[in-house]
């Protein structure tokens, strides 16, 4: 079946094409973007009006987490064990609705969740996954409480190995574990974070030494590294290490900046997800008072750090943390990366064209004959208009060609 969207403008995933476009889709590809009216005069297509609409790729988040359902969740503790599997089916659906057809998941989702994708099981975005989160003991992703209990997120079970290790051997042996289980790239912390309320965020987690071995290891596999890092310090060991992408960055400083530069290293800044948190918190739900203050704290140090990241040239890729807030919101994170400083077609490029550069994907991410026909329709005209809003503004959506 061929599906013409006809008299767009075209956000191509790098720049807006010039006047109007037909996206021609056969199948599950694009195969040709020309100008308004050429693109088939086969009454047999199907024909989509995009007059006065922008047609973009597909938008891919390089970090969420589809298994948790908010930072203030505390069902972890007494709903039955499987149920979060039932509803990460919703959370893929709630995201993919949202315009976002591509995922990174930065730990809870195994591989079964991605096969059930895959074969057609269940309706979701295309799924990249790290399994669970390595993490030191007593580090940001070791749920080990002081009561001696240890908190059922993340648990264990036979498609998710517990993510705690420490030493060159353990961790080499814990990738080992991740990969065995289906893991397509490697999640660490690096620092502490706001969530685990016995760390502090500016401080460090793994050495150095232990970090090259997981990048190592992952990289003899064909895997990269993401880092949770929001410390200066814990960012720098993480980068000088090889990890492929810093997750959050809060904390960066100028010495940092200028080694993710030399490294190649990309920044994924999650600005949703401190502000999930106060939101959670404002509207009543029991959060411990420490992490509270630390979501206040890191805040506005987050902002700066990410404006003078763009501001020096780092490759910034879009991430929300979906599962710290909530699901299918992804693209308010568009809205605040133009905060930042970036054009709209830079935050669009955050969530389209690099995003995808950063997963190592060449045919995602991007409207171009031959890849495939994953696309968003927006109403309005983005080349002109303010891109901050964008998450209300979500008319269409297609997965491979398929209308969602």
Known sequence: MVTVLTNAKVFDGTRFLPG???????????TAIVEAGQGSHNAADTFVDCDGKTVV????????????TGAAATSAFHDPFSLQFYSSVKHMEETLRAGVTTVRDAGGTDLGAKVAVDTGVVRGPRLTIAVNIMSQTGGHGDFHLVSGSEAPMLAAHPGRPSGVADGLEGVQRKVRELLRAGADHIKICSTGGVLSPRDDPRHPQYTEAEIAVIVAEAAAQGAHVMSHAQGA???KNAVRAGV?????GIYLDEESIDLMLE?????????QAPQAVIKAAEAGLPLPPAVVAKAHAVTEHHLVAVTRAHEAGVRIAMGTDAGVGPHGENLEEISL????GMSTAEALASGTSVAADLLGLDNVGRVAEGALADLVVISGDLSTEDVRGIEDRVESVYLGGTLV
Not at 244 to 248: F, L, N, V, Y
Request: glycine share 10%; with cysteine; net charge negative.
């Open 20 to 30: 109007r476009r037909d996206v021609v889709v056969d199948g599950e590809v694009v």
């Open 244 to 248: 492929r992408s810093i997750e959050h």
């Open 57 to 68: 790729p597909g938008f891919i988040d390089c970090h969420v987490h589809l298994t948790s």
């Open 263 to 271: 490294h190649g290293t990309f920044l994924v800044p999650t600005l």
């Open 337 to 340: 990366l133009a905060d930042t």
């Open 233 to 235: 310090a814990g960012i």
